[in-house]
């Protein structure tokens, strides 16, 4: 039998654990060529025609009623969208939700791996925050080449630099457990998107190094409306952070995946390396906190 604590649904953390949303499948991966999109795909699977797009999970009347009831309930609305063409039933179906609403309710679309400029443009408009899957370039990206979109889409999967372009605010995600959860890949992949085969996919969509720290701090904080109390280092917010090897803003790009994590600090104290002569991190009252910080401050 499930205890409270393990079926409890709360936007507040219980226990280093909170409700941040509702999450919606619209399709599946390009690399499973399963994502639905507007073009065939270049080789089609076993036992599909040369005309075959892979599909949508949901009809469109079902994913509006899912974002209908998540703006009115006032939950973040999460979508998985691969394939372009279920990039447009989302967009679709917010740009209904939306003139019916409104409200900054930072939308997230997830993956985006075939997103067109069009469609980062409409993002923009309906304030949907796009999160790539940046390592898409580095594990499957020969594929997606070769096999899967053709050379012409390949090159535009994970099109942050049109994010960039555009001032908006973008994340990255790794997606675990489909590839490692290695944020120093995470920043690699999005600057270099280097390919197994050392190939470069895409170079217009590089990011730089500031903008690949930012979609996994500060950006990623602001997706989760928690810009205020993580994602930066500043007084007043949590005392979370790393300790890297080397500075990923001036080693050189292709020298960003060798990087280590040296510490880890949590809420103010280390956990890692761990050390049998420190106590474990306790929670730490935010006053407190603040007080501590802008002390530590005046001393630098």
């Known amino acids: 039998m499930q205890s409270p604590d393990m079926v409890q649904a709360s936007r507040e953390y219980t226990k280093g654990l909170r409700t941040a949303g509702v999450k919606l499948l619209l399709d599946g991966s390009p690399q499973g060529r ?7 795909y270049l080789t089609p699977p076993d036992g599909q025609n ?26 973040q609305v999460i979508a998985h969208v691969n394939g372009d063409a279920a990039i447009d039933q989302f967009i679709q179906c917010v740009r209904t939700a939306t003139k019916e609403t409104g409200q900054d309710r930072r939308t997230t679309a997830i993956q985006c791996q075939t997103a067109r400029e069009d469609q980062i443009e409409a993002f923009q408009e309906l304030g949907i925050m796009p999160s790539f899957f940046s390592m898409r370039t ?26 960039v372009d555009r001032g908006m605010a973008y994340t990255s995600h790794h997606d675990a457990p489909v590839a490692l959860p ?30 690949a720290v930012k979609s996994i701090t500060i950006n990623a904080a602001r997706q989760y409306f928690e810009e205020d109390t993580k994602g930066s280092i500043e007084v007043g917010k949590l005392a979370d952070f790393v300790i890297l090897s080397h500075n990923p803003l001036t080693i050189p790009e292709r020298k960003i995946k060798d990087i280590t994590v040296v510490e880890t600090i949590k809420e103010g104290r280390t956990v890692y390396p761990p050390s049998p002569t420190l106590p474990g991190p306790v929670p730490v009252p935010a006053p407190v906190l603040r007080k501590a910080m802008s002390a530590a401050f005046a001393h630098c």
Request: contains cysteine; charged residues 20%.
């Open 34 to 40: 399963t994502a639905w999109l507007t073009e065939p």
């Open 182 to 211: 290695n944020s120093i890949a995470v920043l690699s992949s999005q600057v270099t998107r280097v390919t197994r085969s050392g190939s470069v996919l895409g170079p217009d969509q590089c990011v730089s190094a500031l903008d």
């Open 50 to 75: 040369e005309d075959y797009r892979g599909y949508a999970t949901l009809p469109d009347k079902d994913v509006l009623a899912q974002v209908r009831a998540g703006f009115a309930n006032n939950w």
């Open 138 to 163: 580095y594990y499957w990206g020969d594929w997606y080449r070769k096999t899967v979109l053709g050379p012409e889409r390949a090159v535009d999967i994970s099109p942050a630099r049109w994010a």
